[in-house]
C-alpha cells in the first residue's frame, strides 16, 4: 500500500481528512485509506497495483459494475455535443419517462444534483403544501446532510440528538426521531401530534445503517396514518430505487408513497438526485407552484444519458431474479459458515445488498440493536477480507452491494475468502485457548 499511503498523505496537506466524504476515511476501520485508479466491471484496480472484487459499488449507483460499455460510450458521445446548457434538453424528458414507467407512483419529477438535494427539497415541498413544519424520521435511516434530517430531537425528552454541530435548535427541534420498525412510538406520536405533522420520511428498506428490513405492518401503518393525518408519506429511495426491484421497495411491499427521492442508480455513476410524486403535490413547486427549487447543472446531459441507459439495462426480464439469485448464494454461505466457524452473526439482504452484523443476537431490525454489533470484529473481517481481495464497505454501519458483473465464480472466491477470515476471527476472539 506504499503508493495509497503517499496519496492519502499527499491528500491530507490539501483536502480536509484527505478525503472529499467522511466515510472514505477509513475512520471506521482504522488504517489508510486505498486510492483507486480503475474500476472494470466487478473489479476495482488500486494504485498500487492491487485487485479487488468490489462490494462497494461506489456505495450504490453502479448496479451494472464499473465502467459498463454502454454507459460510457454514451457520455462519451454526449460529451462531443456540449456538456451542459442550462437550458431544456430532450434527455431529460426521456429519463423523466423512463422513471415514471418503472414507478408508477411518480406522476411528475424533478431531477436534481445529489440524494442530500432531493430529500432537502422533498421535505420542503411537504412542507409548502401541508403548512405544517414537522418532520418525523427514524434512527438510522440517512437522508443526505440537509439540517432538518441530520439533526433531530427524540420524540421522548424532546432534547437534541445525534452528531452534528451547526444546527440551529430552532430547526433540530422540527425534526423527530423515531426507532426504525417500531410501530407502537408511531402510534403514539400521531395520537399526540399528528395534525402537525407535514411529512414523514423513511428508507422503505433501511441501507444507511447496514441492511434492515421493515418489519411485516410497519409501512404500511405510515401510510395510513399519513393518509389519515394529510401528511406526506416520502419513501426515500436514493439507495433502494432500480437496486431491490425494478420498480423500488415500493413496488416489493405494494405500497404508494407520495413523494419519493431518487439518485445514485438514475444517474448511472454520474452526480443525480430527483424528487418525484402525486401530481397536486409535485405542481407546488416553482415555476408552476411555490416552492422554490433549482440548479444550475439540474438534469444534466451526462447523468441522463448514464441514467438512462443504465435504467435500460435493468429493465431486461432476469435482471433482478439473477441479482437476487446471486445475492442468496453468498448470503446463504455467510450465514453456514458463520454456523461451522462458531461466529455469532446475523446477514440481513435484499436483492443486490446485503450486511453482516457481528453479533449474539437473533434479529437485527432498528438501529439500537445496530449499536450492539461487535466493531472490533467487523474491523478484523475488513482488514482480512482487504488482504485477501475483496473490498467492502469501510464501516459497519454500510450496506455491501452487488452487481450485475459479479459473476458466480467471484461469489465462490468470495466464500472461500469469507472461510479463511472467519477461521482467523475465531482464534482471535472465540477460542478459549487462545495464545
Ligand atoms: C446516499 C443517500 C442519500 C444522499 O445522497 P447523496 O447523493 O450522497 O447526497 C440520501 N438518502 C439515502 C437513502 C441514501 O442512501
Known sequence: MKRSKQLFFEAQKHITGGVNSPVRSFKGVGGIPIFFKQGKGQYLYDEDDNKYIDYVCAWGPLILGHAYCEVTRLIQETTINGLSFGAPSEIETKLA???????????????????????????????????????????????????????????????????????????????????????????????????????????????????????????????????????????????????????????????????????KIIGGGMPIGALGGRREIMEMLAPIGSVYQAGTLSGHPLSMVAGLATLEAISTPDFYSSLQEKTNILCEAIKDLGQRLSIPLVVNQTCGMFSIFFTQQILINSYSQVLTCNQNIFKEFFHGMLAEGLYFPPSSLESCFISSAHSLSDINITINAIKKVFSVLFKCFYSKNKE
Not at 403548512?131 to 425528552?157: A, M, P, Q, T, W
Not at 445525534?162 to 402510534?187: C, F, H, M, R, W
Request: charged share 20%; aromatic share 6%; proline share 4%.
Open 97 to 263: 419517462s423512463k422513471i415514471k414507467q418503472l414507478m408508477p407512483s411518480i406522476e411528475l419529477i424533478r431531477m436534481c444534483n445529489s440524494g442530500t438535494e432531493a430529500t432537502m427539497s422533498a421535505i420542503r415541498l411537504a412542507r409548502g403544501f401541508t403548512n405544517r413544519d414537522k418532520i418525523v424520521k427514524f434512527r438510522g435511516c440517512y437522508h443526505g446532510h440537509s439540517d432538518s434530517l441530520l439533526s433531530s430531537v427524540s420524540s421522548e425528552v424532546l432534547s437534541l440528538e445525534e452528531q452534528s454541530l451547526g444546527i440551529p435548535l430552532a430547526i433540530a427541534k422540527n425534526t423527530i426521531s423515531l426507532d426504525y420498525n417500531n410501530i407502537t412510538q408511531v402510534n403514539e406520536l400521531f395520537s399526540k401530534i399528528g395534525e402537525l405533522i407535514a411529512a414523514v420520511i423513511v428508507e422503505p428498506i433501511a441501507g444507511n445503517m447496514g441492511c434492515i428490513l421493515p418489519v411485516p405492518g410497519f409501512l404500511e401503518r405510515l401510510r395510513e396514518l399519513c393518509t389519515q393525518y394529510k401528511c406526506i408519506l416520502i419513501f426515500d429511495e436514493v439507495m433502494t430505487g432500480f437496486r431491490v426491484a425494478s420498480g423500488g421497495a415500493q413496488q416489493i411491499y405494494k405500497i404508494t408513497p407520495d413523494i419519493t427521492t431518487l439518485g
